[in-house]
């Protein structure tokens, strides 16, 4: 089946599949200019998180449809990577803002005909998010992978890391489709999890490595909230953003693992310098990856947030 999920009409007219042909190609390269225009420099600050990087669980890279633009907390729209409100320390750069994309499921829209919201779910706060809940029973397969983030403020000079704040996380599988809006997967959930952050700033995620549909680089979303019980829609994000991966790691499994046989030619024809996203620069976004596809991956990324 191609990656590319098929358009639904139960999704709202502002979140229609193909995000990029909401306004024209015109407006989302006049919109992606300014972006560009504005997005940080700072360079990457990755560090190897000892224990919880090292031990080797499940990863997941994205897609799902074109993110070019999509609805903001604000109920405006946001298109490529803006820089946001605080200082950037070049230690711990500020995380890019970026769109959600047109599959939340943080109630800013609709599937199924009623509002799509994982955060509402029992049992929605968890490590390990290859499975579906509340009721569903599906499991995303796919090379594991271990994510960890670590929160930090990006306002403070030692780069203090952020506890007690919560990650949304969401992606597609490896067929390229999210969980409550893609044909064949709108009655499942996976691949939607909240951790709570640590002491240490600490989140971490147990996943499997995405697939590349069609038009995107392999990615994740997540959401960053102030509390665990802020963390119940889209309207208390402090931050959204997005996660690359290392081109080689990708192509590592498309050419060889199980499932993913679809994401190789869609790779083949998309790069970081023509992703409608990650085109004005990744650098504090990129992920730093180890392992390999048999035992599965271990991916780890600094977060600056304004706290």
Known sequence: MSLHPSPSPLFTAAHAPREDHDLGLSHDLARLEAGRLQRRRALAWFATVAGSASSLGLVACGGGG????????NG???SGSTGGGGSNNSACPLIPEETAGPYPGDGSNSANGSIANALALSGIVRRDIRSSIAGASGL???VPLTLTLRLQNSNSSSCADLSAYAVYLWHCDREGRYSMYSSGVTDQNYLRGVQSSGSDGLVVFDTVFPGCYDGRMPHMHFEVYRSQALASGYANKLRTSQIAFPEAICQQVYSSATGYNASSSNFARISFATDNVFSD???SQLASVSGNVS???AATLNVGVGA
């Open 76 to 78: 405006g729209s946001s």
């Open 295 to 297: 035992q599965g991956y």
């Open 140 to 142: 995303a397969g796919g």
């Open 281 to 283: 620069g990744v650098s």
């Open 66 to 73: 074109s993110e070019g633009s999509s609805s903001s907390s």
